[in-house]
């Protein structure tokens, strides 16, 4: 945004003033002024933008070693964890109770085919 079309606040706020109240601090602190003289030092170059330049001090913070973050939060496994002893025995037991209802279905199916293929094999031996 250029000068003219920038709102006064904008303006004081962007050169380092500060607000007090209803009063405009210049950026060095030595005036108080009201928003319109504030503007019109500005314009003139009587008051020069910019302010007090802040420097963070260095709190020491550092990235952690390689190692200690490896430590508090390992890399994913590779592949699907080992499921737990209980999960094992449980499926066991539903493995064992499956093939036991399921044993009879199987017995009637392999007769029933047998039957077909004997069948589909005297038809054949008559036929030819």
Known sequence: ???????PESRLYAAG?????????APDGSRVLHMADAIAGLDRGEIQPGGPVVQVPDAGVRAFPDDLVERI???????????????LAQAEVIAQATV???????RAEVREALRRERANAARRATSS
């Open 100 to 106: 036991a209802k399921l044993r009879p279905v199987i």
């Open 1 to 7: 945004m250029t000068a003219a079309t920038e709102s």
């Open 73 to 87: 939060c390992p890399p994913p496994a590779t592949g699907p964890p080992e499921p737990p002893a209980w999960l």
């Open 17 to 25: 003033f500060t607000r007090q109240l209803e009063w405009w601090v």
